[in-house]
């Protein structure tokens, strides 16, 4: 069965791609992940606080405010606590390009404008194929529209793009009051892909030691919904090519989001708890219902369920939405 794809102008075997996570950390767990039939391999976030903590280290007198910089930066985690500082990830990058065949893809994680953006250039130089640019930012600000954030999103991506050659995806949130406009843009300023989405950690609170606690949850296969929710609404629409990354277990998770659309599969919850060989055997196992479905290829499948076809998908989704609530019945249990 041809399960190719073409993904940020690579031509894949497949489309299922390990995610960023902890697993590009070290080399014997990425020799794992290519062993196990990965497509290609993200690493985890550089990011921009690390970025601008070792720039205030070196250099007091940049041209951004440092004393506003230094508060916001006290906030966050000692340079210690991170994986791999920003000279540390440029070297694993370049053994991680040396450990495997296919093609790595840094990933930079921020949420303004800046110099630190110039990190893509040096990721580029120390063996990137691919960059991935994670845009991750809560507009706490009411003074804040949501112009103004989506448009130093395309400014942030625009900078990078005038910096690399390489392809630039960008890692998008699910909360931007217009997502589809938001990748418009992005296409203006020839953004390679878009990957949809990242995820918003949402942490607890300790109701004794009156502290905010830090939560990671891995995802689940109900978060795919989304996902696959915009992947339709965007195929066919954007030039960019399109990745999901989010609630992808099973084989039949990403047959729907290749369905809806996608051109890559990301995959790391499941390989986090399972091992990377789930990944070799969501692959056999997509290969397989393919064929029982006479399907020839892979890219036969890719996209027949998107909307790009449907001359008015907001109001597609509106009908589906009130036909979900009309035909809900509550079932109560009587009171013996």
Same mark, same amino acid.
């Given at each position: 069965?041809?399960?190719?794809?073409?993904?940020?102008?690579?031509?894949?075997?497949?489309?299922?791609?390990?995610?960023?996570?902890?697993?590009?950390?070290?080399?014997?767990?990425?020799?794992?992940?290519?062993?196990?039939?990965?497509?290609?391999?993200?690493?985890?976030?550089?990011?921009?606080?690390?970025?601008?903590?070792?720039?205030?280290?070196?250099?007091?007198?940049?041209?951004?405010?440092?004393?506003?910089?230094?508060?916001?930066?006290?906030?966050?985690? +000692?340079?210690?606590?991170?994986?791999?500082?920003?000279?540390? &990830?440029?070297?694993?990058?370049?053994?991680?390009?040396?450990?495997?065949?296919?093609?790595?893809?840094?990933?930079?994680?921020?949420?303004?404008?800046?110099?630190?953006?110039?990190?893509?250039?040096?990721?580029?130089?120390?063996?990137?194929?691919?960059?991935?640019?994670?845009? &991750?930012?809560?507009?706490?600000?009411?003074?804040?529209?949501?112009?103004?954030?989506?448009?130093?999103?395309?400014?942030?991506?625009?900078?990078?793009?005038?910096?690399?050659?390489?392809?630039?995806?960008?890692?998008?949130?699910?909360?931007?009051?217009?997502?589809?406009?938001?990748?418009?843009?992005?296409?203006?300023? +020839?953004?390679?892909?878009?990957?949809?989405?990242?995820?918003?950690?949402?942490?607890?609170?300790?109701?004794?030691?009156?502290?905010?606690?830090?939560?990671?949850?891995? +995802?689940?296969?109900?978060?795919?919904?989304?996902?696959?929710?915009?992947?339709?609404?965007?195929?066919?629409?954007?030039?960019?090519?399109?990745?999901?990354?989010?609630?992808?277990?099973?084989?039949?998770?990403?047959?729907?989001?290749?369905?809806?659309?996608?051109?890559?599969?990301?995959?790391?919850?499941?390989?986090?708890?399972?091992?990377?060989?789930?990944?070799?055997?969501?692959?056999?196992?997509?290969?397989?219902?393919?064929?029982?479905?006479?399907?020839?290829?892979?890219?036969?499948?890719?996209?027949?369920? +998107?909307?790009?076809?449907?001359?008015?998908?907001?109001?597609?989704?509106?009908a589906n939405y009130m036909q979900i609530l009309q035909t809900a019945r509550a079932s109560i249990v009587p009171t013996p």
């Amino acid at each position: 069965m041809n399960l190719s794809t073409n993904y940020l102008g690579f031509e894949l075997p497949h489309p299922l791609v390990a995610g960023a996570s902890p697993l590009a950390d070290n080399l014997d767990n990425v020799k794992k992940v290519e062993d196990a039939g990965a497509a290609a391999i993200v690493m985890r976030s550089l990011f921009e606080e690390q970025i601008t903590s070792e720039q205030l280290a070196t250099n007091r007198s940049i041209e951004t405010p440092a004393d506003s910089f230094a508060e916001a930066l006290s906030y966050f985690p +000692s340079p210690a606590k991170f994986a791999l500082g920003p000279e540390e &990830y440029l070297e694993q990058i370049r053994k991680v390009k040396e450990a495997v065949g296919i093609p790595v893809m840094a990933s930079l994680n921020g949420a303004t404008p800046g110099g630190w953006l110039d990190y893509a250039r040096l990721m580029q130089e120390a063996g990137a194929d691919a960059l991935e640019l994670n845009v &991750y930012y809560l507009a706490t600000n009411p003074a804040e529209t949501g112009v103004a954030l989506e448009n130093r999103t395309v400014k942030m991506v625009e900078a990078v793009k005038k910096t690399v050659t390489i392809p630039v995806a960008v890692k998008l949130s699910p909360y931007y009051s217009s997502v589809a406009n938001v990748a418009k843009h992005l296409d203006s300023v +020839s953004a390679d892909g878009l990957v949809l989405f990242n995820r918003f950690y949402q942490p607890d609170i300790d109701i004794e030691e009156l502290e905010v606690v830090p939560s990671l949850t891995l +995802s689940h296969p109900g978060a795919l919904l989304l996902r696959l929710r915009w992947l339709a609404i965007l195929s066919g629409r954007v030039r960019a090519d399109l990745a999901v990354t989010g609630g992808v277990h099973t084989a039949r998770d990403a047959i729907k989001a290749v369905m809806c659309g996608a051109h890559a599969v990301q995959t790391v919850s499941v390989l986090l708890q399972e091992g990377p060989q789930a990944l070799g055997t969501i692959r056999r196992e997509m290969a397989t219902w393919l064929e029982e479905h006479e399907y020839e290829s892979l890219q036969q499948m890719q996209g027949s369920m +998107s909307l790009l076809k449907c001359p008015d998908p907001s109001a597609f989704e509106r009908a589906n939405y009130m036909q979900i609530l009309q035909t809900a019945r509550a079932s109560i249990v009587p009171t013996p």
